[in-house]
């Protein structure tokens, strides 16, 4: 089954809901930065979240996600768009960290991996300017911290489940989460039935193991009031191509270039969201250094 999102009103217009399954998603990721178990449970509770929030945008728009906690992951950054298109990258993938104690003992700590800090969000609505709010780290746990967020930063008071679950070979078993936001004229009586429902709920990656789909989470959440609005594929993409580290090569001055032609005689760049080296010659250099001259 393909990764996708769909989104929905429920209880007669008075809820939003987002929920995704996005099991593939955070495999490719994994895949592609080798994480470890933990940094992979952090990495892709942040993936799964952006892919869900890049529904809340039009076409042309995209965000950016930073978490920057102190933990040993260090900093995630995510970018998604409303194209159902994630990427992203972790500073630390190399992060295994569990329970020791307690009735979570033994389960992924991913509290403790992300730390605290700060979540960061930058829009790009293809306006003049960028838009970027912020909020204080609560748990480290992804979903917690994002519930704070909507709350704080957009005002909006939400309910946000993530979870990833991943098997004894590293590689990602189960994935997936939901994002409910109350509109502005939700009943008391709705909020109190959300408030009672939200604490029974098992973890999202039990659900999507067991073979529940975007729309079976739905029907839990909405009791069954769900509208659905639109349904989405969402998958990990990169877009970079040679011609766009071209035209980052063109932004260094003259005397950088001159030095890596005539000191190194080439260059390699790697990207850092899907680790596909590019590689560039003297005379493709030397091209790019040309064509800068030319312009000035």
């Not at 592609?32 to 952006?50: C, D, K, M, N």
């Not at 993530?162 to 409910?180: E, K, S």
């Not at 790697?270 to 596909?276: I, M």
Request: charged share 25%; net charge negative.
């Amino acid at each position: 089954m393909k990764d996708y999102a769909i989104k929905s009103y429920a209880y007669d217009k008075q809820v939003r809901i987002y929920v995704a399954s996005s099991t593939h998603l955070v495999e490719e990721a994994r895949r592609i930065h080798q994480t470890w178990p933990t940094a992979s449970a952090a990495f892709g509770r942040v993936l799964t979240v952006s892919a869900m929030m890049g529904m809340m945008y039009k076409e042309e728009e995209t965000l950016t996600i930073r978490v920057k906690g102190n933990g040993p992951v260090g900093a995630i950054l995510v970018e998604a768009n409303a194209q159902g298109e994630v990427r992203g990258e972790i500073v630390n993938p190399h992060v295994y960290i569990v329970y020791e104690e307690g009735l979570k003992k033994g389960k992924l700590n991913v509290g403790a991996a992300v730390g605290r800090g700060f979540i960061h969000v930058t829009k790009d609505l293809k306006m003049r300017d960028y838009f970027t709010s912020s909020s204080e780290i609560q748990t480290g746990e992804i979903g917690d911290d994002f519930t704070y967020y909507f709350a704080i930063s957009e005002q909006t008071p939400s309910s946000v489940g993530v979870g990833v679950l991943v098997n004894p070979d590293r590689t990602i078993r189960a994935a997936g989460g939901y994002i409910l936001q109350l509109m502005p004229e939700a009943k008391e009586e709705t909020i109190q039935t959300i408030e009672s429902l939200i604490p029974t709920l098992p973890p999202m990656s039990t659900l999507i193991d067991q073979g529940k789909t975007p729309e079976d989470i739905l029907h839990i959440l909405a009791q069954g009031t769900e509208q659905i609005l639109e349904t989405k594929e969402i998958f990990y993409r990169c877009r970079c191509s040679k011609e766009g580290f071209a035209k980052s090569l063109s932004t260094l001055d003259d005397q950088s270039l001159h030095d890596i032609i005539h000191e190194d005689g080439q260059a390699e760049i790697e990207c850092h969201f899907c680790h596909t080296k590019y590689h560039f010659s003297k005379v493709e250099l030397t091209r790019i250094l040309k064509n800068k001259i030319d312009q000035t």
